[in-house]
């Protein structure tokens, strides 16, 4: 089973370590052709306009969108997450907009730009350890999305069938139980 991380910006190693833990192999995707070799794609943290820059350069915006018609699971963390909404609260234009959420950056204020707490997340046993930095939070979610986790009242943790949503860097931790859900997602997906 194959996962790539999308390798433009941003925390790929870690998520290539998770992804190893989790049970597959990561692979590091830096040109659209790659995308063939994979089952699923996680769009790691980072910074969200920059991401979408460069993606838009090297062709990724439409070649994701293919891979996710073909109902390949991507998951996308912080940034990602952002990279992956429909809406994007102060009207700019969404990158992928594969996703029903809207989301706003920088969700958390200056005192709170980053923390670590337990989470308590739909489908996962025990709470999950969560580094959250500088991270969006979803503001709204539409038709066919299922809330996760939430952190005060805010939502952090999204699905919508094979899209997977965090706010936080699930990478960043020994704690890899997110990335085992999303490789049961690709697991099953690919069945
Ligand atoms: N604040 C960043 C953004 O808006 C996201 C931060 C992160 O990925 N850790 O793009």
Redesign the pocket.
Same mark, same amino acid.
């Not at 943290?45 to 306009?49: D, I, K, P, V």
């Not at 930095?133 to 969006?136: E, F, G, M, S, V």
């Given at each position: 089973m194959k996962i790539g991380v999308l390798a433009l910006q941003g925390a790929v190693a870690e998520h290539l370590k998770s992804i190893s833990s989790a049970g597959a192999e990561g692979i590091a995707i830096k040109h659209i052709e790659q995308l063939s070799e994979v089952a699923g794609l996680i769009i790691p943290?980072?910074?969200?306009?920059t991401i979408g820059k460069l993606m838009r350069k090297y062709g990724f915006i439409e070649a994701i969108r293919e891979f996710s018609e073909q109902g390949k699971p991507i998951f996308g963390t912080? &940034?990602g997450l952002?990279v992956l909404a429909k809406d994007i609260e102060g009207s700019e234009e969404p990158h992928l907009g594969l996703m029903n959420i809207s989301v706003s950056?920088?969700a958390f204020g200056r005192q709170r730009e980053s923390f670590e707490t337990d989470l308590d997340i739909k489908g996962i046993e025990q709470p999950v350890r969560a580094v959250f930095?500088? &991270?969006?939070l979803i503001s709204q979610v539409g038709e066919g999305v299922e809330v996760l986790s939430e952190y005060q009242d805010e939502i952090v943790t999204a699905r919508e069938g094979h899209l997977l949503a965090s706010s936080f860097?699930p990478e960043l931790t020994d704690d890899y139980r997110l990335h085992q859900y999303f490789v049961d997602m690709v697991k099953q997906q690919s069945m």
């Open positions: 943290g980072g910074e969200s306009t912080c &940034a952002i950056r920088n930095i500088r &991270a969006p860097h």
